[in-house]
């Protein structure tokens, strides 16, 4: 198929391809040019992401944000464990009911091991009640957004965006095994009953040093760093 464009100039004939395209798309009516030729142009990302989704886990919490977020399943935290030199390091939000294959199921020794999270935040004031407990998650669906974004040291999102949810910023003890940063909720949810201590994918709050590379000022020696999740 073949569009011949006429217009006074190039910008004209590059309005009437946005016109076409978008009434042959649903967009408009069923006449070239009922919909408006600017809108697109003035509000791009919303035409770009308007059938658009983007996935993000709510670390610590069990729930998305009701007015900008679906939620998609909730869980635990897990992953590999703190004191093992191998396994996994990124974090797992595990599902509340597993569904298990029987026909798959054997013994063995070599396997990579997954273990429950544990909130390691003794020393931090706010959630001394939460030491040992094991945290949630939730798998959230942000419908008409393309992307998502953990800031670590903001508490804010950039102009334009949406903010999901603000946190502290966890990652394991210096001297064990690395696992990614998560930002996990300021208001942490823990599953009843969690609180024995029996370790496995450990979370500390995450601190800066100065005296290193970090600049300081603005950073702030040993303060621990909040973070937050946006999406666009």
């Known amino acids: 198929m073949f ?23 649903g967009g408009g009516g069923d006449d070239v040019g009922t919909h408006p030729a600017n809108d697109c142009k003035q509000e791009f990302m919303t035409c770009e992401t308007r059938n658009s989704s983007v996935v993000y886990t709510r670390w610590g919490g069990s729930d998305c944000t009701p007015d900008t977020s ?11 464990d703190g004191s093992h030199s191998g396994g996994g390091t990124n974090p797992l939000c595990l599902p509340e ?51 998502s974004l953990m800031i670590p040291a903001k508490r804010t999102c950039p102009q334009g965006w949406t903010k999901e949810y603000e946190g502290l910023l966890m990652a394991n003890y210096r001297t064990l095994a690395g696992h990614d940063y998560l930002c996990v909720d300021s208001n942490p949810e823990v599953r009843p009953g969690s609180a024995p201590d029996l370790n496995g994918f450990l979370l500390y709050p995450a601190v800066g040093v100065c005296g290193s590379s970090l600049a300081c000022p603005p950073y702030i020696d040993n303060a621990e760093l909040p973070c937050v999740v946006c999406t666009w």
């Open 97 to 147: 009911t597993p569904e298990y294959n029987n026909e798959l199921i054997a013994s063995g020794r070599f396997r990579s091991l997954v273990y429950g999270a544990e909130i390691q935040a003794n020393d931090y004031l706010p959630w001394k009640d939460l030491y040992e407990n094991d945290p949630l998650c939730a798998v959230c669906l942000a419908q008409g957004r393309s992307t």
């Open 70 to 80: 679906h939620v998609v399943y909730t869980g635990y935290i897990g992953g590999g």
């Open 3 to 25: 569009i011949i464009l006429k217009g006074d100039d190039d910008d004209d004939a590059a309005d009437n391809v946005v016109n076409y395209i978008w009434n042959i798309l």
